[in-house]
């Protein structure tokens, strides 16, 4: 009689738990456990989500336009076949809508805004875009959307540079050594600059991403002929710029609650092109959609007729420039939560439940930036 007793004790137990189970599921959300804040990005095609279309002459631009947005079936501006790192950043920590881009007229601005625009630049940018430092007046003349307290304990992620060195090459494709070394040291000060001034605006929280292997990248591929093989030229120079921002971070962390993480966004995208099965990908050296030996040019543009592949999520470029999004959800899970051979000296997650207005406790090493040959 005891046994049955407790079989049907245990039947009952069992039961309780079942329906309790049923009518209060456990749901973890993405955010959960991470503070309320906004998210702030800055710099290029690769975070824009939008601007680059309000300051366009061109009122369809390509990237307003069929393939772009693919994925989703939604071509809105983005350079991707879908979402972009920042949308999955935002999704992490419960922006569940992404940011919008600061330009866009009537936007909710209540967790943050995109000042990204493509071609832009550290030095400068032409009319129809925006350089870094214009970016960061930008975020100061709506800087009163957001509490000072808010600010502070916001994200901010930048990404720029790219064009600095494509144009670079372009205008001096016979530059040697020193010259080289002259011009990553007026990018990388200028860029120093900039940062200051965001930070003396009452941003504390800085993710920056270090360039990619832009030798690598299919339009650099193409126009210079290289084939299979990387234009060592530029990942020279990206290196060149990537090695000076760990000890610029580190110096600046010497100030106030000043914060920072950096994602080496190098050797994530070299180890995709040189071991792409990996990850899933079958094709690293070509764009999904262009024209050219590597797929590279025109993409989405009405007056060229550029190819498609049959299906992006094979592809680690979708056009000549940015990544598929596929692989910019890979991306943006290393920054959030990867090891610190890959983000140092935090991942962003851990970033933005550090307690505002601290000094942190760690600093960039060196040692964990080593560019590896497979």
């Known amino acids: 009689m005891m046994v049955g007793k407790s079989c049907d004790l245990v039947s009952v137990i069992g039961a309780i738990l079942v329906l309790t189970i049923f009518y209060n599921p456990i749901i ?47 071509p809105n501006g983005k350079f991707s076949d879908g979402h972009i790192v920042p949308d999955f950043i935002g999704d992490f920590i419960s922006i569940s809508n992404g ?90 000060n200028k860029l120093k600059n900039d940062m200051g001034l965001l930070y003396s605006l009452g941003a504390s929280k800085f993710m920056v991403q270090l360039l990619a292997p832009l030798g690598c990248l299919p339009i650099v591929r193409q126009e210079h002929g290289t084939g299979n093989d990387c234009y060592e030229i530029l990942n020279d120079l ?9 000890p610029m971070l580190n110096e600046f962390a010497k100030s106030p609650g000043f914060q920072f993480t950096v994602f080496d966004f ?3 995208i070299l180890r995709r092109t040189q071991r792409h099965h990996n ?5 690293a050296n070509s764009s999904c959609c262009g024209v050219g030996t590597h797929n590279a040019y025109g993409c989405g543009m009405g007056n060229v007729h550029s190819k498609l592949c049959e299906y992006q999520r094979s592809y680690l470029f979708f056009d000549g420039r940015h990544n598929t999004e596929k692989a910019q959800e890979e991306i943006a899970h290393l920054i959030y939560g990867a090891d ?5 000296p935090m991942t962003v997650r851990e970033l933005i439940v550090y307690p505002a207005g601290q000094n942190m406790l760690e600093s960039w090493e060196p040692n964990n930036y080593q560019y590896h040959p497979i």
């Open 279 to 283: 990850y899933r990908f079958y094709v």
């Open 28 to 74: 973890v959300y993405a955010g959960e456990g991470v503070p309320e804040v906004a998210l702030f990005t800055f710099g290029d095609s690769y975070y824009d989500p939008g601007n680059k279309v309000y300051l366009s002459k061109n009122k369809n631009p390509p990237q307003t336009l069929w393939p772009y947005g693919k994925s989703r079936d939604d």
């Open 266 to 268: 190098y050797n994530a």
């Open 340 to 344: 610190t051979n890959v983000i140092q």
């Open 99 to 188: 940011i919008p881009p600061a330009l866009k007229p009537g936007a909710n601005l209540s967790r943050g805004a995109s000042f990204a625009v493509a071609d832009a630049s550290i030095l400068g940018a032409p009319v129809e875009s925006m350089s870094l430092n214009q970016q960061v007046n930008k975020f100061r003349s709506m800087k009163s959307n957001w509490t000072d307290d808010y600010i502070e304990k916001s994200l901010f992620m930048i990404y720029i540079g790219t064009e600095d060195y494509l144009n670079f090459i372009k205008t001096n494709p016979k530059a040697d050594a020193s010259a080289q070394q002259a011009f990553v040291i007026s990018v990388t």
């Open 238 to 246: 990206a290196k060149q710029h990537n090695e000076k921002i760990g």
